[in-house]
């Protein structure tokens, strides 16, 4: 079973490029370090094969499967020395189980022989970074993120980690994202090691990771409704549901392939990432608004005329005439002054030229759509925020604006938009009796969070706007 979101697209003036770093940083282990995994063993076999261990320790793996794994005398019988050297080569608990007699027998070669070959298998990738829940080492724990078993393995990693990175990236910020990668991958390392304690299997993969990436995608898009993609055996199609609701799906199937699934892959990992990654994306969350945020189903979708408008502007954009499609996005949004679409699409277009009185009334637009309260908070405080980095006399931040603006910060408890707006109001020497309030709100936060210090500052600086004007 597949799920996957369709509509979710990315802002190409705010890349991601953590996400792209992470793919590229997959991509050169792959090529670059473990494709050298084929020298390394053939060293390691030649090495094992020009020595005296093959005669030794055949009979010896015999003993091992009597006292260890009698279950595998069928598999003994049926394949044979296939098996048997299958075993000699790779099964790390054979190993460990033969080196205590041969210390106690005084087999010093045979022991030098042994531990040399170990040495030299120990530099494959999956052996030397890959994690051993048997063995844990800061190394397998961090390492194993960034190996692959095949390109297919590798592949199907990466598209997943830009399906849903993307998105995530953008509404975190890379520095989060980046962070929260890291700490889903090592809670799916966690879950997989208390599941699989005891065992010597090496895990490699990003899926731990991947997994807590679509973790966070469900913690940032919550209830809003987005267009999923799915598979079910042959059976595929679209459907739309809150994101929220797509968890408990992600979680069975996890758990339906530990059950019945390959054997070889680690579901216990994909469920550690993707609660870890969810868990952690709400609590920060909790403190501060996403950045930025998918549309909901639906939304976007322009009434007739409005499309017509911004099918010129694209008509001209394509043929490459900007000035044409400058002034076409300017008049559209004289006419249809609450379409968030042409706005941005005119903002986009006159950031060329930040100290136009086209890109400053661009720019009022979307501010002024803050009274509208189906406007996201996100979009205005990127807006804000992108408005500010792009000039040096953001004349569109009038009092009015910024009145409306703290009131939808303080709405979605964004406290450090809010303080930044209300000292921009200060320095206006604006005077209502909103501001007051609005402080309240933020001294209360900053003392919940025991900044005593900046509650007080906070308080002087609205307590001296005197209140004046209708509220």
């Known amino acids: 079973m597949l799920i996957i979101p369709i509509q979710n697209k990315p802002d190409w003036r705010r890349p991601p490029l953590v996400c792209f770093a992470l793919i590229l940083l997959n991509l050169v282990v792959f090529a670059g370090y473990q494709s050298g995994d084929k020298a390394r063993w053939r ?35 049926a394949e044979g020395e296939e098996f048997i050297y299958r075993e000699l080569l790779w099964n790390p608990e054979f190993h460990r189980w033969l080196l205590p007699g041969l210390e106690e027998e005084g087999q010093t070669l045979w022991l030098q022989q042994r531990l040399r070959f170990a040495e030299l298998r120990g530099h494959m990738s999956s052996l030397a970074l890959g994690l051993t829940p048997a063995e844990p080492n800061p190394a397998g724990l961090l390492g194993h993120m960034f190996l692959h078993g095949s390109w297919d393995h590798l592949i199907g990693n990466m598209v997943f980690l830009l399906l849903f990175g993307l998105s995530v990236e953008l509404a975190l910020g890379g520095g989060w994202f980046f962070v929260f990668y890291l700490l889903g991958g090592l809670a799916a390392a966690g879950l997989h ?3 699989e304690s005891g065992s010597h299997v090496s895990m490699v993969g990003a899926s731990g990771a991947v997994s807590a990436v679509i973790g966070m995608f469900v913690a940032i898009y919550g209830v809003r409704r987005l267009r999923f993609f799915y598979t079910f055996g042959f059976i595929f199609g679209e459907f739309s549901a809150p994101a929220l609701l797509v968890l408990p799906l992600w979680l069975g199937k996890e758990l339906f392939g530990y059950f019945y699934g390959d054997a070889g892959i680690a579901y ?13 994306a709400l609590l920060l969350l909790y403190w501060r608004p996403p950045l930025q945020a998918l549309p909901e189903e639906g939304e976007g979708v322009l009434p007739s005329p409005q499309r017509s408008a911004l099918t010129r502007i694209d008509r001209f954009q394509e043929e490459g005439k900007l000035v044409e499609a400058t002034a076409a996005a300017t008049a559209a949004v004289r006419q249809y002054p609450h379409s968030l679409v042409l706005i941005e699409r005119t903002i986009e277009l006159t950031a060329m030229t930040p100290d136009s009185e086209a890109f400053h009334r661009a720019n009022f637009a979307l501010f002024a759509l803050a009274a509208n309260p189906d406007i996201a908070v996100s979009v205005l405080a990127a807006g804000y925020r992108r408005y500010l980095q792009a000039t040096r006399n953001p004349r569109a931040l009038t009092a009015k604006v910024c009145l409306l603006l703290a009131r939808r910060a303080a709405e979605a408890a964004d406290w450090p938009w809010l303080e930044a707006l ?15 309030r ?15 210090g900046r509650a007080r500052e906070i308080k002087r600086l609205t307590d001296s706007m005197e209140i004046s004007g209708p509220a």
Do not use: K
Not at 48 to 56: I, Q, V
Not at 422 to 436: F, G, K
Not at 438 to 452: C, D, Q
């Open 422 to 436: 209300l000292c921009r109001l200060a320095s206006q020497n604006v005077q209502h009796p909103l501001i007051p």
């Open 268 to 280: 216990w990992a994909h469920t550690g990432g993707l609660l870890a990654g969810f868990a952690l």
């Open 43 to 77: 060293q390691a076999e030649e090495y094992y094969f020009s020595t005296d261990l093959p005669g030794l320790e055949e009979q010896r793996f015999l003993v091992y499967v009597d006292e260890v794994h009698p279950e595998w005398r069928l598999q003994v019988g």
């Open 438 to 452: 609005l402080g309240v709100r933020l001294v209360n936060y900053y003392r919940r969070m025991g900044e005593e």
């Open 193 to 195: 090691m208390l599941v």
